[in-house]
C-alpha cells in the first residue's frame, strides 16, 4: 500500500468538534476500504491568503494515510460533495515525516518567541 499525506479545509462556521467528526468519518471510509490512518493533526482555524467560496479564515487538518489507491479516491470523491469540505489535497509520499508537521513546529517556534518589543532605528 501506498503512504499519503492528505490535507483539507473545513468552512469557518463549523466548530473543532465538527471538525474532528469530519476527521473521523473520512477515516472510518479510508478503514472500510482496506486503508489506515497512521497520523492526524488539527492544525487549527487559520486566515486564508484570499477567499475560498466566500470564506476568509478555514480549519485545517492533515492525515498521514497508508491505504490503496481506491480508499483514496472513494474519500475524495466524499470529500468533493460534502458541503463544510473547501478544498482537499492528497499527496503520496515515500515515508511520512516523525514528529510534529512542520506547520506545528512554525506555531512552537512563534509561541517561544514572545510577542515583539518596540522597534529599533
Known amino acids: ?12 462556521d463549523v466548530s473543532s468538534q465538527q471538525v474532528d467528526a469530519l476527521v473521523e468519518h473520512f477515516k472510518s471510509v479510508l478503514e472500510s476500504n ?19 467560496k466566500k470564506n476568509r479564515k478555514a480549519h485545517y487538518a492533515l492525515m498521514n494515510v497508508t491505504a490503496p489507491a481506491p480508499a483514496i479516491a472513494e474519500m475524495e470523491r466524499q470529500m468533493r ?13 515515500e515515508e511520512h515525516e516523525e514528529g510534529p508537521s512542520a506547520m506545528l513546529r512554525k506555531s512552537d517556534r512563534d509561541e517561544r518567541r514572545g510577542p515583539r518589543g518596540p522597534r529599533r532605528d
Open 81 to 93: 460533495i460534502h458541503d463544510d469540505i473547501l478544498r482537499y489535497m492528497t499527496v503520496k509520499v
Open 34 to 52: 482496506g486503508g489506515s490512518v497512521d497520523k492526524i493533526e488539527n492544525w487549527g482555524l487559520k486566515t486564508l491568503p484570499y477567499r475560498v
Open 1 to 12: 500500500m501506498a503512504l499519503y499525506e492528505h490535507i483539507f479545509m473545513a468552512r469557518q
